[in-house]
């Protein structure tokens, strides 16, 4: 019986490691950046109000348009009035507008707003477009017991990982 050693792997080169920088870090690079190059905002959807048309866990890109440029149909993001009791900003449609004040609906609810959305400021943010599922990383880091543990499942799979490498190498050179 005759013994062949296997010839081992090549180390990886300098450019693969870089392409593989580029490749993780690019994409989230462009995600970040051009959206600030466009002169457009972004916000996390963080419910299904919206939904099927913009689903938790989209970011909206957003841009400020005068107020009068506003029309029944547009999606925006804003803060409701202090008497609607909602707090932080929410994405809606608009459905009327009578004069300066808009009626908003969100698409998942059969019935419009309580409130109406004064349209006193020269301007308010119109959504562009979604991208649906990008902003659950966001979510995940907001909440802090979620990203905790979710932190620690990534760091024992990475120890795992690691193990079974070393683990393998061992029996491949005994």
């Given at each position: 019986m005759e013994i062949v050693v296997s010839p081992s792997q090549p180390a990886p080169s300098g450019w693969s490691r870089i392409l593989v920088v580029l490749g993780v870090f690019m994409p989230v690079t462009v995600l970040a950046l051009l959206p600030i190059c466009l002169g457009l905002e972004r916000y996390v959807v963080t419910n299904d109000d919206m939904a099927p048309?913009?689903?938790?866990?989209?970011?909206?890109?957003?841009?400020?348009?005068?107020?009068?440029?506003?029309?029944?149909?547009?999606?925006?993001?804003?803060?409701?009035?202090?008497?609607?009791?909602?707090?932080?900003?929410?994405?809606?449609?608009?459905?009327?507008?009578d004069g300066d004040r808009a009626h908003t609906r969100a698409d998942a609810r059969p019935a419009p707003d309580p409130w109406t959305l004064p349209l006193d400021r020269p301007t308010e943010q119109r959504v562009v477009t979604a991208l649906p599922y990008v902003g659950y990383v966001y979510l995940a880091l907001v909440d802090s017991s979620r990203a905790f543990a979710q932190g620690a499942l990534a760091i024992g799979a990475l120890a795992l990982v690691l193990a079974l490498l070393v683990g393998r190498r061992r029996v491949a050179r005994a």
């Amino acid at each position: 019986m005759e013994i062949v050693v296997s010839p081992s792997q090549p180390a990886p080169s300098g450019w693969s490691r870089i392409l593989v920088v580029l490749g993780v870090f690019m994409p989230v690079t462009v995600l970040a950046l051009l959206p600030i190059c466009l002169g457009l905002e972004r916000y996390v959807v963080t419910n299904d109000d919206m939904a099927p048309a913009i689903g938790r866990g989209a970011v909206v890109l957003e841009r400020k348009v005068p107020a009068s440029d506003l029309r029944a149909g547009d999606v925006i993001t804003f803060r409701p009035p202090s008497e609607a009791g909602v707090e932080g900003r929410v994405t809606r449609r608009i459905v009327s507008i009578d004069g300066d004040r808009a009626h908003t609906r969100a698409d998942a609810r059969p019935a419009p707003d309580p409130w109406t959305l004064p349209l006193d400021r020269p301007t308010e943010q119109r959504v562009v477009t979604a991208l649906p599922y990008v902003g659950y990383v966001y979510l995940a880091l907001v909440d802090s017991s979620r990203a905790f543990a979710q932190g620690a499942l990534a760091i024992g799979a990475l120890a795992l990982v690691l193990a079974l490498l070393v683990g393998r190498r061992r029996v491949a050179r005994a």
